[in-house]
């Protein structure tokens, strides 16, 4: 297995394509960001999954190539230089993509790093602030008797999509009329949020009418419909 004999993960979900890129997800928030670039750049890839349910994330395998134990991870045994790349963090992963592929990220330096902005938005924000949201409101944390961390994230969260509703406010995308990897890393965490985690009502979600209009015109991408899919149970 060239390229990848180097990588102990391959040795727990062994590659049927070795040649391709090895994806390591769930279709989680995180994980579909990895799947749905993946889908929309046509770079040929082999998904498996790591039941994150079962704690797989934490094996030694994977701890090897991701040893924050988070979901997704990549290895690619074509990286730079036609060497092998294992890498882990779902925003580093999209850059690395975009740039292998050539798509999604714009070419003018000045709009590149403005887009590589918002990927750090959603990043270093949205993601762990509606994670925390989907935590306090549907998993373990919404049988805590003080309810003032929920609220403190509801409320941060609202503040969140007020600052994309306004940046989405006569814009079909992030960027403006060029779809980017910071759609593609946001669109996963405002769906999850008002559908997995079904916290829509709790902040306010109607009142967002560009945020919603992005999403559904994200949502009809079929490569998006795929991504959200890969890899599932």
């Given at each position: 297995m060239p390229g990848l004999s180097a990588f102990p993960i391959a040795q727990r979900w062994p590659a049927q394509h070795p040649d391709r890129i090895q994806l390591y997800s769930l279709n989680t928030p995180n994980g579909v960001k990895v799947s749905i670039m993946l889908e929309e750049t046509g770079l040929p890839y082999e998904a498996h999954l790591v039941d994150?349910?079962?704690?797989?994330?934490?094996?030694?395998?994977?701890?090897?190539?991701?040893?924050?134990?988070?979901?997704?991870?990549?290895?690619?045994?074509?990286?730079?230089?036609?060497?092998?790349?294992?890498?882990?963090?779902?925003?580093?992963?999209?850059?690395?993509?975009?740039?292998?592929?050539g798509q999604f990220i714009p070419a003018d330096p000045i709009l590149r790093w403005e887009t590589i902005q918002w990927v750090f938005f959603q990043m270093a924000s949205i993601?762990?602030?509606?994670?925390?949201?989907?935590?306090?409101?549907?998993?373990?944390?919404r049988e805590y008797e003080d309810k003032r961390p929920l609220a403190r994230y509801v409320n941060e969260s609202k503040r969140l999509l007020d600052v994309l509703d306004e940046r989405l406010a006569g814009r079909e995308w992030i960027m403006g009329d060029e779809y980017t990897v910071a759609d593609i890393?946001?669109?996963?965490?405002?769906?999850?949020?008002?559908?997995?985690?079904?916290?829509?009502?709790?902040?306010?979600?109607?009142?967002?009418?560009?945020?919603?209009?992005?999403?559904?015109?994200?949502?009809?991408?079929?490569?998006?419909q795929r991504g959200l899919k890969i890899p599932s149970h």
């Open positions: 994150i349910g079962k704690d797989e994330s934490h094996l030694p395998e994977f701890l090897a190539l991701n040893p924050n134990g988070k979901i997704p991870a990549i290895v690619d045994p074509h990286g730079p230089g036609g060497k092998p790349l294992g890498l882990f963090e779902s925003g580093a992963i999209l850059l690395y993509l975009a740039e292998k592929s993601g762990p602030m509606f994670g925390q949201v989907g935590f306090f409101h549907k998993y373990a944390g890393a946001t669109l996963g965490w405002v769906n999850n949020l008002i559908g997995w985690y079904d916290a829509g009502a709790l902040v306010e979600y109607e009142r967002f009418r560009h945020v919603d209009a992005w999403l559904q015109r994200g949502l009809a991408r079929p490569a998006v």
